[in-house]
């Protein structure tokens, strides 16, 4: 049985330059949360546009995106023999690729169309071979506004999730199911200075197993310091609540330090981030949507 290490993702270089001075050929006003518009790309339409003009939340953890975390809680699906709690590796896999902008009236204004992909995968560390627990895989078309500091993301993505080999050889009693849906999300969002909240909710539509949720409100708040320089302070609360939990929220908090390296001519910048991140409510994690569980731990966050 092939064996999947947890720390492959941590393998990517992030030894880098973190304090690279800027060049002459930069972006436009470039927003706290992302790279910016490229002034080559501010006005009309601009196929493959490299970058977005909705900011990716900070602590939804399912929002797409390249990351490695060290978690460690109460997780229901585990077995802890000593109640001290159960230590995961927690990997993800994502990427946003713009396929169409019409930019206007002013930069970092527009509406882009973009498709996005994402794997999340967790591991527990506490078995000898550092089982896979469970992976979930994302595709979606995310539809995106900004005018000024005001941005709307519409997305029709599908999740299906499948647990993991090594986790279902553990017991007869572990039952697999087919889960897979497929949602519409709306988001809209509101930059005000070094704030930003947001609030929404999601319509799954095809569902399996029908005992997943068919509504999901989400919501939540984020702080960027500003990337005067390479460095700025981000965090964030994200909380979504359904009515399958009687409306109990899963809370999801981040904060850490975000650390950009800008590229020479029109590229865009480099993001590594490091976080401490904590979670309590149902669980995000695809085949364990009823259970509830809670952690504690610390993450590198990478944007290309």
């Known amino acids: 049985m092939t064996r999947v290490s947890p720390f492959v993702s941590a393998s990517v270089v992030i030894g880098f330059a973190l304090f690279a001075t800027d060049s002459a050929a930069q972006t436009l006003d470039a927003p706290r949360c992302g790279a910016g518009v490229h002034e080559s790309e501010a006005l009309g339409t601009v196929g493959f546009p490299e970058d977005q003009i909705f900011c ?59 498709v996005i ?11 000898p071979s550092n089982d896979l ?8 078309l995310p539809f995106t506004f900004r005018r000024s500091g005001f941005s709307t993301r519409i997305r029709i993505y599908h999740q299906s999730s499948h647990l993991g080999d090594e986790y279902l050889l553990r017991s007869e009693d572990i039952e697999r199911e087919n889960l897979s849906f497929e949602s519409v999300e709306l988001l809209a969002s509101q930059e005000v200075g070094p704030l930003r909240v947001y609030a929404g909710g999601e319509q799954i539509f095809r569902r399996e197993p029908d005992t997943l949720p068919s509504k999901v409100f989400h919501g939540g708040a984020e702080f960027r310091s500003g990337r005067a320089g390479s460095i700025q302070l981000v965090g964030g609360l994200d909380v979504k609540t359904t009515a399958l939990h009687d409306w109990s929220p899963a809370v999801s908090g981040r904060v850490g330090l975000e650390f950009a390296r800008r590229g020479s001519g029109d590229h865009p910048a480099r993001l590594v981030t490091l976080m ?3 979670y309590e409510g149902p669980s995000p994690y695809g085949q364990f949507f009823q259970d509830d569980i809670s952690y504690v731990g610390v993450g590198l966050h990478f944007g290309l």
């Open 276 to 278: 401490i991140e904590l």
């Open 117 to 127: 992909g994402s794997i999340f995968a967790q591991f527990d560390l506490g078995a």
């Open 133 to 140: 627990i469970n992976a979930d895989y994302l595709i979606g």
């Open 56 to 114: 990716p939340t900070v602590a939804d953890p399912k929002e797409a995106r390249s990351f490695v975390s060290l978690l460690r809680g109460t997780f229901r699906s585990l077995d802890d023999p000593s109640g001290k709690g159960t230590t995961i590796a927690s990997v993800g896999l994502g990427d946003n690729f713009g396929l169409v902008r019409w930019g206007g009236p002013a930069p970092n204004e527009g509406v882009q169309l973009d």
